[in-house]
């Protein structure tokens, strides 16, 4: 049985620019988000939050709360059981409700159910806590400096959370033997995702002490699993919903405190509870882009050509551990997967801080070390002659071969996709040529399709889809995959429609229901499409083969001369002689009986046998190259981006409309964090926790953006199709750094580019100094000993597309 | 205190009996269920609440229920007409405007607005309506493509136009 065939043109869905299948609902107000639950007699949550960076918890006195009128429950941690979570089970120190401590402005402390919001807002304000000050730890510097103020008493050295140091072959020897080698210092600061969206929960523990959670949730599975152990019930009593989520970009990937307590309130007040953040509270929610300070040493031989590098990063953590060592690692992981480095170094710590936590934010500890490589490799160039974008070609990693840290890399696009945008931007023509004040500038990146392994360790799936139809000729896909606006549900559609010869408008999808469909990890690492995607294509061709075999023998042909196409399934050599796909669906399930097919995925299990070798694998890699022009005003320093193209290897464009709406949000992404978006702080404060403060670009700062899609066709990806929502962010960032120094000469070696510090580099460059601009120091610390292991660049990528549940 | 407010609401007649202090915003997702209408900062920032009055954007969270009484207000779950969708919602739908779709109904009515305004802005124009409804998923590109789109549709010259727009 045959659907699919090799070329393009066999396809009757993929490839298509259609609406996503929810479009209809979102263009009428159809859709409804978390908040938009409203449940009979729903009681209003709130939560109370320290006003103190840190400070011990002297006592909480709820009495006055509790007496007010319209006020349903007030918990504080004390009616939870007293277990501390965290995302990844070698971070388990979070409580919803702080018992003993807070560690930053915004950690909750109790929690009022009440008859609407404001009653609820007005009981928050007639609790009573106490609190001792503690000395705030406010920057990486400050936390290393001061090991006497503990913010946890867990990590790998006091305030350290992670510290890491990995070495694949010998980088003293590789960078003893390069021709150039260069050592710079970069900073990139934190900002955060800032989803259009406030997180909202609506709980109903009900009378059959069975508890349902809606929520706003990038991960309905881990939810699912956390609050079994947070609220002490047992999982198959907690159904976790996640409702359409209205922008997430890695925010909403762990289970929250608002989450926890509407559960515990609804529990106590016997009605359900909805809690709604203010966007204050995003703010401090946060888990977004850490700050990271970076050191990196690269050697180059004459001919551009990298010989070695060693990287090393800080990370300001924040107050808790949330995903944070795997953003560690995540911050060496990939430097390796963009270029050829035939030995590397890597020593990443992380550094626990008084401010909300940072985790995954749309490229998950990526940018920070991109913006280094990138701005580096310009300066490499300079210092050798070489156009950037040779450099960068110089550089491909060979496709189908493992690299220094044991990645195994298959397609790679990058030098198609650099071609492109050099051709399409007229980069050959205006590089070093436009005049003073315009400058255009070019970076490359890299990035998973999927992480390689799961959060918590085990060997099922890391997503299930279920396709059933039934005598009707409607088909059902059930999967835990999350929408979160990229279009998760419409790809399953489209895929499913594809195999089984129907138009998506004929597949219906259940998504992202513990109950009802099978797990899936969640909508992060950019693994959906290809995770949901590949299960969902064996779900579907498992039922086209039930239902071929029925049509097959009421035709008298073969099973393998059916092939389903254009809503029938027919004799391929003699089309005539056919059914259309409902009747062929009564003529399965007379023959099989309920006709509903599982598929499974889990991703090959190649993670490097090494401490660490866990986070950076993955099936597939994506490549984009981006090029930025940009006018500096050397009056105010202010950076206008103007034009942006950027290619990017995509595997193959399921749907090039939504693979182009995932490559221009990331560029849109990528230039507000470049020029404006920072999560910063002034005396134990954040300084700006409102959208109007926090700056991000509007449509009058949003330059055109030329997309350029380079199909690679990769073997591991469904019918060949990479990731598009994360990697595209990558090099727009650098890119723009490295259109400043080609528009007046100055390096701005600091994320975000504002215009302070341009008017301080063209201010150095009046005065003959170097025209540099970023952190002049590092902080005192000693990495661990490093782990030595073997590099594995070059050698043959092995057992590509062996994965379990295969077939 | 709480008082009655007679609305006009997308053509209905509605009633409220709600505190005076109580937002557009709210009492239009609470007390009336059209939840269609969005909040993404409750301080006027953001643009997610943008609703019409009198067919002129307004944010719902700075605007009290008694300012709007004999007035018309217009939300999204207003702009379909007798079973057919505005061409500025299918553009939108066809193109790939709406991601997560949070800040959508906000900027359709921006955009319906400065249709009714401006039969055929330029892409500038469009851009300078649009600048307070934040959107964080598109990148806005397909969002000025499809008014492009709506708005050449609507001027009839759109014929063409409609049949060159991405497959429903």
């Given at each position: 049985v045959s659907g699919r065939g090799?070329?393009?043109?066999r396809?009757s869905v ?450 299930g889809v279920v396709v059933r139809a039934d005598r009707?000729g409607g088909v059902a896909v059930l ?13 399953l559609?489209?895929l499913v429609a594809e195999v089984l010869g129907i138009?998506?408008?004929d597949v ?25 995607g590949t299960a969902a294509i064996q779900a579907a061709e498992r039922l086209r083969g039930k239902i071929a075999e029925a049509v097959a023998k009421k035709l008298g042909v073969a099973p393998g001369e059916i092939v389903a196409r254009d809503g029938r399934l027919f004799v391929e050599?003699?089309?005539?002689k056919g059914v259309p796909f409902a009747e062929a669906v009564v003529l399965g399930e007379s023959m099989h009986g309920v006709l509903a097919s599982p598929g499974s995925y ?116 469904p019918f ?85 549940f295969a077939s | ?168």
């Open positions: 090799a070329g393009k043109e396809f993929v490839g298509r620019a259609l609406p996503k299948i929810d479009a209809w609902a979102k263009v009428t107000g159809d859709t409804k988000y978390a908040d938009d639950f409203f449940l009979p007699r729903m009681a209003y949550g709130k939560l109370l939050r320290s006003p103190l960076p840190h400070a011990r918890i002297r006592g909480i006195d709820t009495a006055r709360a509790r007496a007010l009128p319209g006020v349903y429950a007030v918990i504080t941690g004390r009616d939870l059981p007293r277990v501390k979570f965290g995302i990844l089970p070698v971070s388990q120190d979070e409580e919803a409700l702080c018992v003993e401590r807070v560690r930053m402005v915004g950690d909750a402390v109790a929690a009022v159910a009440a008859v609407d919001e404001e009653t609820a807002e007005r009981a928050t304000e007639l609790i009573e806590v106490e609190y001792e000050a503690l000395p705030p730890l406010m920057s990486i510097e400050e936390a290393l400096a001061r090991p006497e103020v503990r913010i946890h008493e867990y990590g790998d050295g006091p305030n350290v959370h992670k510290a890491v140091s990995l070495e694949f072959g010998d980088v003293e020897a590789a960078l003893a033997a390069a021709d150039v080698v260069r050592e710079d210092v970069f900073f990139f600061q934190g900002n955060t995702h800032l989803p259009m969206e406030q997180h909202a929960a609506v709980a109903w523990w009900g009378p059959d002490d069975k508890l349902t959670l809606w929520s706003s949730t990038q991960t309905p599975h881990y939810v699912h699993r956390l609050l079994a152990k947070i609220l002490d019930v047992p999982q198959p009593h907690i159904r976790v919903i996640a409702a359409p989520v209205g922008g997430g970009f890695g925010g909403k990937l762990d289970p929250f405190a608002h989450e926890i307590a509407a559960c515990q309130l609804s529990r106590l007040c016997g009605r359900p509870v909805k809690i709604t953040l203010t966007r204050e509270e995003v703010f401090y929610t946060h888990r977004g882009r850490h700050p990271v300070l970076m050191w990196i040493k690269t050697g180059f031989q004459r001919d551009g050509r990298i010989t070695g590098m060693h990287f090393r990063s800080w990370l300001d953590g924040g107050a808790y551990g949330s995903y944070g060592v795997a953003s560690t690692f995540y911050t060496g992981a990939l430097q390796t997967v963009t270029y050829t480095v035939p030995v590397y170094k890597f020593e990443g710590a992380r550094v626990f801080t008084n401010k909300p936590p940072c985790g995954p934010k749309r490229g998950h500890g990526t940018p920070q070390p991109r913006f280094a490589v990138e701005c580096q490799l310009d300066k490499a160039a300079l210092q050798l002659g070489l156009d950037p974008a040779e450099i960068r070609r110089r550089n491909l990693v060979r496709p189908f071969t493992k690299t220094a840290n044991h990645l195994t890399v298959t397609t790679v696009g990058l030098g198609e996709c650099i071609d492109r945008v050099v051709e399409a931007s007229g980069w050959r023509r205006k590089r070093g040529a436009l005049p003073r004040g315009k400058g255009i500038g070019l970076a490359c990146s890299a990035y998973l399709t999927g992480a390689g392994t799961a959060i918590y360790w085990n060997d099922m799936p890391h997503s009707s999967c835990g995959a999350t929408d979160i606006g990229q279009g998760s549900d419409s790809v559609a489209y138009e998506p408008k219906r999808v259940h998504a992202a229901d513990t109950d009802l469909t099978p797990v899936d990890l969640g909508s992060y690492s950019s693994r959906v499409t290809l995770m949901a050599e003699d089309p005539d889990a991703p090959p299990k190649r993670a490097g046998k090494y401490k660490g070798g866990g986070v950076g694998p993955s099936p597939c890699y994506s490549y984009s190259a981006c090029v930025v022009e940009a006018d500096v005003d050397e009056e105010t320093g202010v950076v206008r981006p103007t034009q942006v193209w950027v290619a990017h290897d995509i595997g193959r464009a399921l749907n090039p409309l939504l693979v182009e709406g995932q490559v221009e949000g990331s560029i849109y992404m990528g230039l507000g964090e470049a020029l404006m978006e920072e999560q910063v702080f002034r005396k134990g404060v954040h300084k700006i926790p409102s959208m109007l403060e926090y700056k991000s670009p509007t449509t009058l700062e949003t330059p055109e953006i030329h997309t350029i899609l380079v199909e690679t066709d990769d073997p591991e990806g060949g199709a990479k990731e598009a929502g994360q990697g595209p962010l990558l090099p727009v960032i650098p890119a723009v750094a490295n259109a400043v120094y080609d528009a007046v000469g100055v390096r701005v070696d600091e994320v975000p580019i504002t215009p302070d510090k341009v008017v301080k580099g063209l201010d150095l460059q009046r005065q003959g100094k170097p025209a540099r601009v970023g952190p002049e120091r590092l902080p005192v610390f000693t990495f661990p000993a490093p782990r030595m292991v073997e590099s594995a660049f070059g050698q043959p990528a092995e057992d590509v597309a062996v994965r379990p | 205190v709480k008082t009655l407010v007679t609305l006009t609401v997308n053509d209905e007649e509605r009633e409220a009996y709600v505190p005076v202090h109580k937002t557009l915003l709210e009492v239009l997702r609470e007390d009336l269920g059209l939840t269609g209408t969005k909040h993404g900062c409750e301080l006027g920032e953001c643009g997610a609440c943008t609703v019409l009055l009198d067919g002129e954007p307004v944010l719902a969270c700075l605007v009290l229920p008694i300012e709007c009484q004999g007035r018309r207000i217009t939300t999204v779950e207003g702009m379909a007409g007798g079973g057919r969708l505005h061409p500025l919602q299918t553009a939108f739908a066809e193109l790939g405007a709406a991601q997560c779709g949070y800040c959508t109904p906000g900027v359709l009515l921006t955009a319906q607005s400065l249709l009714a305004r401006s039969g055929a802005p330029t892409r500038e124009e469009i851009r300078e309506a649009l600048a307070g409804t934040l959107c964080r998923c598109t990148g806005y590109t397909k969002i000025l493509d499809a008014v492009e789109l709506a708005a050449l549709r609507m001027s009839g010259r759109g014929a063409s136009a409609a049949r060159q727009g991405a497959e429903r």
